[in-house]
């Protein structure tokens, strides 16, 4: 519903990692997260690189960007997800930036999550829209992927219905595309828990 304001506001990176977290670690990261402006983005620099790769960027202006942090454990961590994507999709015809971002407004608009893919692969046969995981824990797995490409859809079912929706994990190099049937149910069940969380805390 529009006219309900959000008590929490989510990127689907952050809410595939709530979506694997035993309760007690999930009531912990949420009040955290509300007592906080929303953290530091340690992956900023991937995800500007690859948009950057997206767009076409020299390999200098490349470099320039995964060597932007003065943290050398927060470059290692970007430079080598960086390297993965880049062996996986560096030389795919049709690779372009993907600049369409949709949200998820769910447990009726009190949560919202950001979808907001990093590339596109353009082939004869499909139009693939990714969203990058480099989180080293927790690990993706399938379930927790499906979460993921299952979100993707329903941000874009409107606007780009046609399209088929990913999830790349830059860490070990792995696509997955598929979303099991009780993903749906389990997503609205750990979205009611993260606003209950949110609204006692």
Sequence with gaps: MSGTTAVITLSLNTFIRYYSLDPSKLVAEVNRRMQSSGGYDYYNILADAVRAKASGATQDEIEYILNRSNNPSEVAHNRAAYETFEEKFA????????????????????????????????????????????????????ARAGAGVHLMKVAFQRTAPNYSYKVFNAVDGKTYSTVNNTTPQAIETIAENIVNIAISG
């Design 91 to 142: 030389r795919k015809r049709g690779l372009a930036l993907f600049e369409r971002k949709g949200r998820v407004r769910m447990c009726d608009g009190r949560l919202v999550i950001l979808v907001n893919p990093l590339f596109s692969i353009e082939s004869a046969r499909s139009f693939d829209v990714y969203n990058v995981w480099a989180t080293q824990k927790p690990e993706l797995d399938r």
